[in-house]
Every structure is written in structure tokens, then in C-alpha cells.
């Protein structure tokens, strides 16, 4: 089974959005405080991660095998709507190099990962709702790649919700979640119509995720 998470049903507060404003264009994230202490905690998003002609690359091996399957409404846990995914271990060459470079950069030596790569294809009426990876299949850290669209993730803490903020993961960035964005805040993809960033429209199209993982050890908090 494909599914990893435990999704949470209430809807996140609004927040980031048109308030929070960052340096312009020096920020990726809609709260620069939260932030900072994300990323201390090992969160991270890499603009321009993957060249135009990477992603090209990877995409022409992922649609024959998407192509195949038809796009599903909802999945059985609720979390994602109009999508299409599968587990990919056996790759080209190229996209093999640039999987291992997404490892590399991501991942923390020493800690087994995941063989299988998640590959998820959102529609463009598709969308992601709060959830956090399930700790039973996915340990530390969550890698992931965005090809074809640029998007807005946003992290909410599960305790106190106020405390959130939008990350702009845009076409061909890495993102990291890892710490407490990986265990104590949902992640999320934002749908067409509340894809906002600091004000401004981020148009979603048709968006295929490349997602690498840690397996979980026994001493996660769970
Ligand atoms: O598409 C993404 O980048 C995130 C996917 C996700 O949250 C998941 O599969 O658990
Ligand atoms: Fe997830
Ligand atoms: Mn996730």
C-alpha cells in the first residue's frame, strides 16, 4: 500500500497568506522566525534544485508509466484528491544520478532509506490536505522533488495551530521536511484557488512530486 500518513481531519487555519511578508524575494517561507527555527531543525527548500532539462528528463520516464493509470478522486484515507501515483525503484541511469544527488543532499548518511521512490501526480484540481507522514513507514526525513508546477506547502503546527506558515516550492526546487516540520507540523498542498504566496497567485498545473524517504528506526517519536 502506497499510503504512509495518519491524515488529520480539521481544516488548517489560514494563515501566512497576504499578512506575514518576507524580505522581498529573499524568502521562500511566508514567516521568517518559524522559519529559521524549521530549518535549524534540518527543514529546508532548494530553489532550482534540478535543471530544465532534469526535470524534462524525469518526467519523460515517469508519464508512459502515469499515463497508464486514470486520475482517483480521493484517496481511502481522505489526504489527497485527483491524483495518480506510483512507487518507482528501478530507473535510468540519469535519473538515477539525479535521485542519488537528491539523496545525497537530503537524506543523513548513515540512516537506511526507502529503495522505492514516491512519485505523485496532482492534477491540476488536485490537492493535498493536512497530514503528517504516518511514523510506522516513514522515518526522519522527507525529500522531495516538484516537476511540471510550482506550488504553496503549508505547515501547521499539530498543537497549536496558529503557529504556520507557506512554503513556496516552486518548479524544480527540493523541499526537506525533517524535525519538528517532519513530526510536529501537517504538511499540505495548497489547492489552484487558495494558492497564494505573500499575496500573489502561484498558478497550479498538473504537478508530479519525486519523493524520497527514510526508513523508520525504532527510536522515532511516534
Ligand atoms: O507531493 C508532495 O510533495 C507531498 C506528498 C505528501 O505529502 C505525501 O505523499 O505524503
Ligand atoms: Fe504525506
Ligand atoms: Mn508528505
Same mark, same amino acid.
Given at each position: 500500500?502506497?499510503?504512509r ?5 480539521r481544516?488548517?487555519?489560514l494563515?501566512?497568506? @497576504?499578512e =506575514?511578508?518576507?524580505?522581498p !524575494?529573499k524568502?521562500?517561507?511566508?514567516s +521568517? &522566525? %518559524?522559519w529559521?527555527r524549521l530549518?535549524? @531543525?534540518? =527543514?529546508?527548500?532548494?530553489? !532550482? ?5 532534469? +526535470? &524534462? %528528463?524525469?518526467?519523460a520516464?515517469?508519464?508512459?508509466q ?9 484517496h481511502?484515507?481522505g &489526504? ?8 518507482k525503484s528501478?530507473w535510468s541511469?540519469?535519473?538515477h544520478e539525479i535521485l542519488q544527488?537528491?539523496r545525497?543532499?537530503a537524506l543523513?548518511?548513515g540512516?537506511?532509506?526507502l529503495s522505492q521512490?514516491h512519485?505523485?501526480d496532482?492534477?491540476?484540481?488536485g490537492y493535498i490536505?493536512p497530514?503528517?507522514?504516518?511514523v510506522?513507514f ?5 525529500a522531495g522533488?516538484s516537476?511540471?508546477?510550482s506550488s504553496?506547502?503549508r505547515?501547521?503546527?499539530e498543537?497549536?495551530?496558529q503557529?504556520?506558515l ?5 518548479r524544480r526546487s527540493l523541499y526537506?521536511?525533517?524535525g519538528?516540520?517532519?513530526?510536529e ?7 489552484d484557488e487558495?494558492s ?10 498538473r ?15 511516534s
Amino acid at each position: 500500500m502506497l499510503r504512509r500518513f495518519a491524515a488529520v481531519g480539521r481544516r488548517a487555519l489560514l494563515c501566512g497568506g @497576504g499578512e =506575514a511578508q518576507p524580505s522581498p !524575494g529573499k524568502s521562500w517561507a511566508s514567516s +521568517e &522566525a %518559524l522559519w529559521r527555527r524549521l530549518q535549524a @531543525g534540518g =527543514a529546508s527548500v532548494v530553489p !532550482g534544485f534540478l535543471s530544465e532539462e532534469e +526535470e &524534462a %528528463l524525469l518526467v519523460a520516464e515517469l508519464e508512459p508509466q502515469l499515463r497508464r493509470r486514470r486520475y482517483e478522486e480521493e484517496h481511502w484515507d481522505g &489526504a489527497i484528491h485527483k491524483y495518480r501515483e506510483t512507487e518507482k525503484s528501478h530507473w535510468s541511469k540519469e535519473s538515477h544520478e539525479i535521485l542519488q544527488r537528491v539523496r545525497d543532499a537530503a537524506l543523513p548518511p548513515g540512516v537506511p532509506q526507502l529503495s522505492q521512490v514516491h512519485v505523485l501526480d496532482l492534477a491540476k484540481t488536485g490537492y493535498i490536505k493536512p497530514h503528517v507522514d504516518s511514523v510506522k513507514f516513514c522515518g526522519c526525513t522527507i525529500a522531495g522533488l516538484s516537476l511540471l508546477s510550482s506550488s504553496v506547502m503549508r505547515l501547521v503546527h499539530e498543537q497549536n495551530p496558529q503557529d504556520c506558515l507557506d512554503l513556496l516550492l516552486e518548479r524544480r526546487s527540493l523541499y526537506i521536511l525533517r524535525g519538528p516540520a517532519r513530526y510536529e507540523y501537517t504538511h499540505e498542498i495548497l489547492k489552484d484557488e487558495d494558492s497564494f504566496f505573500n499575496g500573489r497567485k502561484v498558478p497550479r498545473e498538473r504537478r508530479i512530486s519525486v519523493i524520497c524517504r527514510n526508513l523508520p528506526l525504532s527510536s522515532d517519536p511516534s
